[in-house]
C-alpha cells in the first residue's frame, strides 16, 4: 500500500512560515499534483515527504510507516528532478542502474529492470549512448526511468517538464499519465503549470503562501473555485474578474457592472437574493463568452456589447480583447466571428457558468447553485 498521510504538517524556516500546517491524504495509485505559484510552498512539500527537509512539526505516513526520522533512501520512494541530475560519464544503462548496485542488487535483477523499464519509456536503443548525445525529452525519460527501476511505493516528481519546449512537454504530459497507468502506484507531482494539472492529475491541491487553498478533482476546481486565488489560477487564457453590484429591480435580480448587467437564472435567484444590494465580484471565464451571432440556444444567456481591442485568430477559435465600461476582457469565441478591431460586437455569458466572489480577501466564491460534486 502506498497511501501517502500528512498530519499536521508545516515547514518554517526562521521565522518564515513556508507551509502553513495541513491536514492531506494522498490515496494509494493517485496522481496528486501539487500546483501554485513560485514560492507557495510546493516543492518543500514534496522535499519533506521525500526526506531532504525536516518537518518543523507533524507526521508523514508512507504506507503505515512514520517517516519523520527515516532517511531518504529508507522511505520507499523515487524522485525526479527538474534538471534530470543524470551522471555525464555514464551512459543510460548505468545511469538507470547505478541506484540499485548502490543498493548491491544482483547483476542480473539489475539488467532485467533496467530493459523492463526502457521498454516502457521507448529508449532501448539509447542504454548505450551518453547524455550529452540526447536530447532534452530523451533525457528526461532516462531520469524517469532511473526511479522506475527503483518499483518505489511512491513516485515524486518536482517540475519535471519545465525545461522541454511546448510541444515536447504536450508529449510527455500524455506519456506520463499512460506511465502512471501502466505502473499503477502512487504519483506526487509538483508544477506551476495548471495545464499539466488538469490534464493529468487525479486530485489537484492547489496552494499559495504556504496555505492550501482547494483540493479537489480537476473538474471540481475548475467548476466551483473556493476562491478568486484559486479561480484565476485554473483556467487558460485566465478568467475575467470585475467589480460588480446585485441589484433587485422590479422583481427580478441582476448583476451590474459599469458596462452592463445580467438578468441572474431564476434557478441562482435563491441563492443570491441575500446579497442584494452587495458590492461582488463577477467571474466569467473567456470560453463562457460567445459572438452573439453564434450563441447557443441550449444554454441560459445574457447579451452585452464590447468594443474589440484585440483579434486573435487561433484557428480553431478566435481570441478577443475586448472593453465594455470600465472593464476590460478576453473572450474566447466561434473561429466563424467577423468581429474587427475597433468594431462593437455583441457577446452572450453563459449565466449557468458565472463566478460571483465576495470583495474582502481572500475574496470567497459565493455559493449560486447546488453543488453535489464538492
Given at each position: 500500500?502506498?497511501?501517502?498521510?500528512?498530519?499536521?504538517?508545516c515547514?518554517?524556516?526562521?521565522?518564515?512560515?513556508?507551509?502553513?500546517?495541513?491536514?492531506?491524504?494522498?490515496?494509494?495509485?493517485?496522481?496528486?499534483?501539487?500546483?501554485?505559484?513560485?514560492?507557495?510552498?510546493?516543492?518543500?512539500?514534496?522535499?519533506?515527504?521525500?526526506?531532504?527537509?525536516?518537518?518543523?512539526?507533524?507526521?508523514?505516513y508512507?504506507?503505515?510507516n512514520?517517516?519523520?526520522?527515516?532517511?531518504?533512501?529508507?522511505?520507499?520512494?523515487?524522485?525526479?528532478?527538474?534538471?534530470?541530475?543524470?551522471?555525464?560519464?555514464?551512459?543510460?544503462?548505468?545511469?538507470?542502474?547505478?541506484?540499485?548496485?548502490?543498493?548491491?542488487?544482483?547483476?542480473?535483477?539489475?539488467?532485467?529492470?533496467?530493459?523492463?523499464?526502457?521498454?516502457?519509456?521507448?529508449?532501448h536503443?539509447?542504454?548505450e549512448?551518453?547524455?550529452?548525445?540526447?536530447?532534452?525529452?530523451?533525457?528526461q525519460?532516462?531520469?524517469?526511468?532511473?526511479a522506475?527501476?527503483?518499483?518505489?511505493a511512491?513516485?515524486?516528481?518536482?517540475?519535471?517538464?519545465?525545461?522541454?519546449?511546448?510541444k515536447?512537454?504536450?508529449?510527455?504530459?500524455?506519456?506520463?499519465?499512460?506511465?502512471?497507468?501502466?505502473?499503477?502506484?502512487?504519483?506526487?507531482?509538483?508544477?506551476?503549470?495548471?495545464?499539466?494539472?488538469?490534464?493529468?492529475?487525479?486530485?489537484?491541491v492547489?496552494?499559495?503562501?504556504?496555505?492550501?487553498?482547494?483540493?479537489?478533482?480537476?473538474?471540481?476546481?475548475?467548476?466551483?473555485?473556493?476562491?478568486?486565488?484559486?479561480?484565476?489560477?485554473?483556467?487558460?487564457?485566465?478568467?475575467?474578474?470585475?467589480?460588480?453590484?446585485?441589484?433587485?429591480?422590479?422583481?427580478?435580480?441582476?448583476?451590474?457592472?459599469?458596462?452592463?448587467?445580467?438578468?441572474?437564472?431564476?434557478?441562482?435567484?435563491?441563492?443570491?437574493?441575500?446579497?442584494?444590494?452587495?458590492?461582488?465580484?463577477?467571474?466569467?471565464r473567456?470560453?463562457?463568452?460567445?459572438?452573439?451571432?453564434?450563441?447557443?440556444?441550449?444554454?441560459?444567456?445574457?447579451?452585452?456589447?464590447?468594443?474589440?481591442?484585440?483579434?486573435?485568430t487561433?484557428?480553431?477559435?478566435?481570441?478577443?480583447?475586448?472593453v465594455?465600461?470600465?472593464?476590460?476582457?478576453?473572450?474566447?469565441?466561434?473561429?466563424?466571428?467577423?468581429?474587427?478591431?475597433?468594431?462593437?460586437?455583441?457577446?452572450?455569458v453563459?449565466?449557468?457558468?458565472?463566478?460571483?466572489?465576495?470583495?474582502?480577501?481572500?475574496s470567497?466564491?459565493?455559493?449560486?447553485?447546488?453543488?453535489?460534486?464538492?
Amino acid at each position: 500500500m502506498s497511501k501517502v498521510s500528512h498530519e499536521n504538517v508545516c515547514k518554517n524556516f526562521g521565522k518564515v512560515e513556508a507551509v502553513s500546517c495541513f491536514y492531506l491524504d494522498v490515496e494509494d495509485k493517485e496522481f496528486l499534483v501539487l500546483l501554485g505559484p513560485s514560492g507557495c510552498g510546493k516543492s518543500t512539500t514534496l522535499r519533506m515527504i521525500a526526506g531532504l527537509e525536516e518537518l518543523t512539526d507533524g507526521n508523514i505516513y508512507i504506507g503505515d510507516n512514520l517517516v519523520n526520522d527515516m532517511p531518504p533512501r529508507d522511505r520507499d520512494i523515487a524522485m525526479v528532478f527538474q534538471d534530470y541530475a543524470l551522471y555525464p560519464h555514464m551512459t543510460v544503462y548505468q545511469n538507470m542502474a547505478f541506484g540499485l548496485k548502490l543498493r548491491k542488487f544482483p547483476k542480473a535483477e539489475i539488467d532485467q529492470r533496467v530493459k523492463e523499464a526502457a521498454d516502457i519509456l521507448g529508449i532501448h536503443d539509447l542504454l548505450e549512448r551518453k547524455p550529452r548525445e540526447l536530447s532534452g525529452g530523451q533525457r528526461q525519460r532516462v531520469a524517469v526511468g532511473r526511479a522506475i527501476v527503483r518499483k518505489p511505493a511512491v513516485f515524486l516528481f518536482d517540475e519535471p517538464l519545465s525545461n522541454l519546449d511546448a510541444k515536447l512537454r504536450g508529449q510527455m504530459r500524455a506519456e506520463l499519465s499512460k506511465l502512471h497507468d501502466q505502473l499503477n502506484t502512487t504519483i506526487i507531482y509538483v508544477t506551476h503549470d495548471q495545464v499539466e494539472a488538469m490534464t493529468m492529475g487525479t486530485k489537484i491541491v492547489i496552494m499559495n503562501d504556504g496555505v492550501i487553498q482547494q483540493v479537489g478533482s480537476p473538474m471540481e476546481i475548475y467548476e466551483y473555485p473556493v476562491n478568486k486565488f484559486v479561480a484565476g489560477f485554473i483556467g487558460s487564457p485566465g478568467m475575467n474578474f470585475l467589480s460588480a453590484k446585485i441589484v433587485s429591480e422590479n422583481g427580478k435580480l441582476y448583476v451590474g457592472t459599469s458596462g452592463f448587467r445580467l438578468l441572474i437564472p431564476d434557478k441562482k435567484v435563491s441563492f443570491l437574493q441575500n446579497q442584494t444590494d452587495r458590492e461582488v465580484i463577477l467571474g466569467i471565464r473567456p470560453e463562457h463568452l460567445e459572438d452573439a451571432a453564434f450563441e447557443d440556444s441550449s444554454v441560459v444567456t445574457e447579451t452585452f456589447a464590447a468594443i474589440v481591442e484585440v483579434v486573435e485568430t487561433l484557428g480553431s477559435e478566435v481570441q478577443l480583447d475586448v472593453v465594455s465600461g470600465d472593464h476590460s476582457l478576453v473572450a474566447r469565441v466561434d473561429a466563424r466571428t467577423k468581429a474587427e478591431r475597433h468594431q462593437e460586437i455583441q457577446l452572450t455569458v453563459n449565466m449557468d457558468k458565472i463566478h460571483i466572489f465576495e470583495t474582502e480577501p481572500p475574496s470567497s466564491r459565493i455559493k449560486t447553485e447546488e453543488q453535489s460534486q464538492t
